[in-house]
C-alpha cells in the first residue's frame, strides 16, 4: 500500500525546534516533489515548504524563510523538515505531500494543486 507517514510533531515552546519527518512506503520519494502544508485552526490549508524533484531545490513560504529547512534522504525514502524558531503561530496540523506540480524547474506551493499522495497530517503544537 501506498503512503506517507508524518511524524515528529507534538508539544514545542516559543523559539524552540521540531523536526517533522514524511516517511514513505510502497514507492520511492525521490522521483517525487514532496511539500509540506499546515492547517492552523479555523483557516485554510496553506504551503510551507516543498523540495523539487529534479535537483532537491526547495521552496519556502515566506512566513518560514531563515527559520526551516527541507531536506530529502533517500536511504530512508523521507522528506525532512527541520523548524527552528518555533512561534505560536506555527501551530497546526502539518501534512506531508508528494508528486507536488512544478513551474519553472522548481515545485509549486499550492495546496489547491493536486498531488498524487498525501499524509493523514501531525499536530504541532507552540506554546507562549
Known amino acids: 500500500q501506498r503512503q506517507l507517514v508524518e511524524s515528529g510533531g507534538g508539544l514545542a515552546q516559543s523559539g524552540g525546534s521540531l523536526r517533522l519527518s514524511c516517511a514513505a512506503s510502497?514507492?520511492?520519494?525521490?522521483?517525487?516533489?514532496v511539500g509540506w502544508f499546515r492547517q492552523a485552526p479555523g483557516k485554510g490549508r496553506e504551503g510551507v515548504s516543498c523540495i523539487a524533484v529534479t535537483d532537491d531545490s526547495a521552496v519556502y513560504a515566506d512566513s518560514v524563510k531563515d527559520r526551516w529547512m527541507i531536506s530529502r534522504d533517500k536511504a530512508t525514502n523521507s522528506v525532512y523538515l527541520q523548524m527552528n524558531g518555533l512561534t505560536p503561530e506555527d501551530t497546526g496540523v502539518y501534512f506531508c505531500?508528494?508528486?507536488?506540480?512544478?513551474?519553472?524547474?522548481?515545485?509549486?506551493?499550492?495546496?489547491?494543486?493536486?498531488?498524487?499522495?498525501w499524509g493523514k497530517g501531525i499536530q504541532v503544537t507552540v506554546s507562549s
Open positions: 505531500a508528494a508528486g507536488l506540480q512544478v513551474r519553472g524547474g522548481m515545485c509549486v506551493l499550492d495546496p489547491g494543486n493536486s498531488v498524487d499522495y
Open positions: 510502497g514507492f520511492s520519494l525521490e522521483y517525487y516533489g
